[in-house]
């Protein structure tokens, strides 16, 4: 009888696993759907498991691992979360459940319990570095937490050689950091060595470096760390791999050049570790959410890949993206041991969605290689790039009377509020601050930012009312200064001027009449500037001149050859004449072949419904992160539409002879405050993937090969490739990436010949 009794229980047990009763499975599926179980660790910790229990390990957990204290992943304990809450134990609900419901959001921890001693304060000293110091091309950060592995370190970094610059950080522990600091520097005297404070693992001292530009200049910056991974048996040789993997005995100087070569390439990581986030959240996903929500990425989440381990090789964008986050000491957990959950393991996570962002990959060593050998597609770089160009920045008496006293489109741009959590706003300025462009040398500084990121010739806004010329200084004063290398062209700015900056409805404050004859008045207003040696004739030939909206002229066919005959008859000769592709049509249909190219000109005529995820017809796709009540603008995915202007389909539609355009993003919060449109998504990453899709394939069908950007700096429309204090030169340096950086051939593209 003992014998039937034992195989019956077996049974029971086998069906109770197999067909578990309703409550478990809910109670499965949502450890499941929140990434709160790590069956490959169950099974390695609980190796006795009979083979239906590690095929069904969820279950099992659910069924019997909870009650017996098994840890579902190594982050949580059903025993340390019933110990440190009473309540829950007295409740009787699951200890996992109930953190997983409620627990969580309130704060409470089921971490184990770790077993390191408190370490010593240490108060940072302020950091700081000289931009214009000698570098190599290359930089290493080692993070010391554990000195006995500096060793083994030590020789690793000596078999490299010089070819890097090192900075090394070490966790403090009072004099035994003190003497372990003197014992490198005198191995490496060239290092910078500093010790930290125990906080944020070996995120929170890279950061510490990064933030105070320690990697600024470098062609890519390697990142290890002594780790030592004690919660799992094999954490010597996992620690070994990672570092052999990126810093291999021989080779490593030939993998670095695969690795600047791959355009596709992120980060560099050794063998295997290249994780998919779906399968390694563990407690992670909400706080790696919430940090990729700073920059506006959050909708990334699910696909995101990331390098296990936090030891790779990373390139600037990455870099330069990652600083963006912003973040310092203080937002990191004091260190208690954990094991998982902190703002260090999900910065480790996120910084895959910044280069999924940037459609660009996590490569591991072998692939690096491999893809080496393979013959890959270069991609397009544009003939000629020009950039719209705003005046705006200086007082003028007509935005005196409107807008106050001494009202400049700075004023917007500084009261800019932030309308749903993670938007950028405001976005101040960094390199050229707060500038008036009355001053000339502001333009020349931003000529030589272009000229270093590949911009051939800025498009500059002419305000010309019947005569009547505003904000018009700059450019005179341009002029009296030859020694300004200021390459530049024209766009009549001829929409009226309206209360509420659209150009399309409100009150009108300054109109555009098109009184007759006007074709003469505005062709004599243009001489001085075309006839200046830095203005642009991009075919080498003609100077180039470009109409904003043409459909807003009375008879368009007419007044374009008069303008032409005008030109022709002051000793011009003929000139290049382009229009704006604009999204509303004017009162006067405007045949393609009138001008020799259109601009494209995002997000003009690029916005569709499906695009809104706020305000469209779908109303709120945000949800809790969406706008405050009160908010009655526009929000739209910016990836979406930089996907729309690379389709064949949308590309057909747009005139003949169009010059491909794009924008490093779109929110004039500046301007309309509650009423604003946003592109949702738009910063240097999400704008180098776009630039990157032109440049394999729609750019090779443009006007001469040629590229549009909007804009070089419209602040109050955060349509600027003018660094940023958020995102610095990143702009600059993705498009630096596309064209090449500065042309040697550049002072003298575009320019008359005489």
């Given at each position: 009888?003992?014998?039937?009794?034992?195989?019956r229980a077996r049974l029971g047990k086998a069906l109770q696993l197999i067909f578990p009763p309703r409550h478990l499975r809910r109670y499965a599926r949502m450890i499941g759907r929140k990434g709160a179980f790590d069956a490959r660790f169950y099974r390695r910790e609980y190796p006795d498991l009979h083979w239906a229990c590690r095929l069904w390990a969820r279950r099992h957990y659910v069924t019997w691992g909870e009650q017996m204290g098994h840890r579902p992943m190594p982050e949580f304990s059903p025993v340390e979360?019933?110990?440190?809450?009473?309540?829950?134990?007295?409740?009787?609900?699951?200890?996992?459940?109930?953190?997983?419901?409620?627990?969580?959001?309130?704060?409470?921890?089921?971490?184990?319990?770790?077993?390191?001693?408190?370490?010593?304060?240490?108060?940072?000293?302020?950091?700081?570095?000289?931009?214009?110091?000698?570098?190599?091309?290359?930089?290493?950060?080692?993070?010391?937490?554990?000195?006995?592995?500096?060793?083994?370190?030590?020789?690793?970094?000596?078999?490299?050689?010089?070819?890097?610059?090192?900075?090394?950080?070490?966790?403090?522990?009072?004099?035994?950091?003190?003497?372990?600091?003197?014992?490198?520097?005198?191995?490496?005297?060239?290092?910078?060595?500093?010790?930290?404070?125990?906080?944020?693992?070996?995120?929170?001292?890279?950061?510490?470096?990064?933030?105070?530009?320690?990697?600024?200049?470098?062609?890519?910056?390697?990142?290890?760390?002594?780790?030592?991974?004690?919660?799992?048996?094999?954490?010597?040789?996992?620690?070994?791999?990672?570092?052999?993997?990126?810093?291999?005995?021989?080779?490593?100087?030939?993998?670095?050049?695969?690795?600047?070569?791959?355009?596709?390439?992120?980060?560099?990581?050794?063998?295997?570790?290249?994780?998919?986030?779906?399968?390694?959240?563990?407690?992670?996903?909400?706080?790696?959410?919430?940090?990729?929500?700073?920059?506006?990425?959050?909708?990334?989440?699910?696909?995101?890949?990331?390098?296990?381990?936090?030891?790779?090789?990373?390139?600037?964008?990455?870099?330069?993206?990652?600083?963006?986050?912003?973040?310092?000491?203080?937002?990191?957990?004091?260190?208690?041991?954990?094991?998982?959950?902190?703002?260090?393991?999900?910065?480790?996570?996120?910084?895959?969605?910044?280069?999924?962002?940037?459609?660009?990959?996590?490569?591991?060593?072998?692939?690096?290689?491999?893809?080496?050998?393979?013959?890959?597609?270069?991609?397009?770089?544009?003939?000629?790039?020009?950039?719209?160009?705003?005046?705006?920045?200086?007082?003028?008496?007509?935005?005196?009377?409107?807008?106050?006293?001494?009202?400049?489109?700075?004023?917007?741009?500084?009261?800019?509020?932030?309308?749903?959590?993670?938007?950028?706003?405001?976005?101040?300025?960094?390199?050229?601050?707060?500038?008036?462009?009355?001053?000339?040398?502001?333009?020349?500084?931003?000529?030589?930012?272009?000229?270093?990121?590949?911009?051939?010739?800025f498009c500059v806004y002419h305000y010309w009312f019947d005569g009547r010329r505003v904000l018009e200084q700059p450019l005179d004063r341009l002029l009296a200064r030859p020694e300004v290398d200021f390459p530049f062209y024209l766009c009549w700015a001829n929409e009226s001027w309206r209360r509420n900056w659209d150009g399309l409805s409100g009150e009108v404050l300054l109109d555009q009449s098109y009184a007759p004859g006007f074709e003469a008045a505005l062709v004599a207003s243009t001489l001085p500037y075309m006839?200046?040696?830095?203005?642009?004739?991009?075919?080498?030939?003609?100077?180039?001149?470009?109409?904003?909206?043409?459909?807003?002229?009375?008879?368009?066919?007419?007044?374009?050859?008069?303008?032409?005959?005008?030109?022709?008859?002051?000793?011009?000769?003929?000139?290049?004449?382009?229009?704006?592709?604009?999204?509303?049509?004017?009162?006067?249909?405007?045949?393609?072949?009138?001008?020799?190219?259109?601009?494209?000109?995002?997000?003009?005529g690029l916005v569709k419904g499906e695009d809104y995820i706020f305000g469209g017809s779908a109303g709120n796709r945000m949800g809790a992160c969406g706008p405050a009540a009160g908010f009655a603008g526009l929000i739209y995915d910016y990836r979406s539409v930089a996907e729309r202007s690379l389709t064949r389909r949308y590309r057909a539609g747009l005139p003949p002879n169009t010059i491909a355009g794009i924008m490093p993003g779109w929110d004039n919060s500046a301007r309309r405050g509650a009423r604003a449109h946003?592109?949702?998504?738009?910063?240097?990453?999400?704008?180098?993937?776009?630039?990157?899709?032109?440049?394999?394939?729609?750019?090779?069908?443009?006007?001469?090969?040629?590229?549009?950007?909007?804009?070089?700096?419209?602040?109050?429309?955060?349509?600027?490739?003018?660094?940023?204090?958020?995102?610095?030169?990143?702009?600059?340096?993705?498009?630096?990436?596309?064209?090449?950086?500065?042309?040697?051939?550049?002072?003298?593209?575009?320019?008359?010949?005489?």
């Open positions: 009888m003992g014998r039937v009794h034992f195989r979360y019933l110990r440190l809450n009473p309540d829950v134990a007295h409740s009787g609900i699951p200890p996992l459940m109930h953190f997983l419901s409620s627990g969580r959001g309130e704060g409470r921890s089921g971490q184990p319990r770790g077993s390191a001693k408190p370490l010593p304060g240490f108060t940072m000293p302020r950091l700081r570095f000289d931009p214009d110091r000698p570098r190599a091309r290359f930089a290493l950060h080692a993070h010391i937490y554990y000195p006995d592995l500096w060793p083994e370190f030590a020789t690793r970094l000596a078999e490299i050689g010089d070819g890097l610059d090192l900075y090394i950080t070490l966790t403090w522990r009072g004099d035994e950091t003190r003497w372990l600091c003197d014992e490198i520097a005198e191995r490496f005297p060239r290092a910078f060595i500093t010790p930290v404070p125990n906080r944020g693992r070996d995120i929170l001292p890279f950061l510490l470096l990064a933030n105070a530009g320690a990697f600024d200049g470098y062609e890519a910056l390697c990142k290890i760390h002594t780790k030592k991974s004690p919660h799992r048996d094999d954490g010597d040789r996992w620690r070994r791999h990672l570092i052999d993997g990126i810093l291999p005995a021989k080779g490593l100087w030939q993998d670095l050049e695969r690795f600047l070569g791959d355009d596709r390439a992120a980060f560099w990581v050794a063998d295997g570790q290249a994780y998919a986030a779906r399968d390694w959240w563990g407690i992670n996903r909400d706080k790696t959410g919430a940090l990729l929500r700073r920059v506006e990425l959050e909708k990334l989440l699910d696909d995101l890949r990331f390098p296990a381990g936090s030891i790779y090789w990373m390139k600037p964008l990455m870099l330069g993206m990652i600083k963006s986050l912003r973040l310092d000491a203080p937002m990191f957990e004091p260190e208690q041991g954990q094991i998982d959950g902190t703002l260090a393991h999900a910065v480790e996570r996120a910084i895959g969605g910044l280069a999924l962002a940037a459609g660009q990959h996590i490569r591991e060593t072998s692939e690096l290689r491999t893809l080496a050998r393979a013959a890959c597609a270069t991609p397009v770089a544009p003939s000629y790039v020009s950039a719209f160009y705003l005046p705006q920045f200086h007082p003028i008496p007509e935005n005196d009377a409107w807008w106050g006293q001494g009202f400049t489109e700075w004023r917007g741009v500084v009261d800019a509020a932030s309308a749903y959590p993670g938007h950028l706003q405001p976005m101040r300025p960094a390199d050229l601050g707060y500038y008036d462009l009355r001053a000339t040398e502001v333009m020349g500084d931003q000529a030589a930012l272009a000229r270093d990121a590949g911009v051939d010739g006839r200046d040696p830095r203005y642009q004739r991009p075919d080498g030939l003609r100077p180039r001149f470009v109409i904003y909206r043409p459909e807003d002229m009375p008879a368009p066919d007419q007044n374009v050859a008069r303008l032409r005959r005008a030109w022709a008859e002051a000793g011009i000769g003929p000139v290049e004449l382009g229009a704006v592709s604009f999204h509303v049509g004017g009162k006067s249909p405007v045949d393609p072949a009138l001008f020799e190219f259109w601009v494209e000109m995002p997000p003009h946003i592109a949702h998504g738009a910063n240097p990453a999400s704008f180098r993937k776009w630039l990157r899709g032109l440049c394999d394939g729609p750019l090779e069908q443009s006007y001469r090969g040629e590229l549009f950007i909007n804009a070089w700096n419209e602040w109050a429309e955060k349509a600027m490739l003018e660094p940023s204090a958020r995102f610095g030169r990143l702009n600059l340096d993705v498009l630096a990436e596309a064209t090449g950086g500065r042309r040697a051939a550049l002072p003298d593209r575009g320019r008359a010949h005489g």
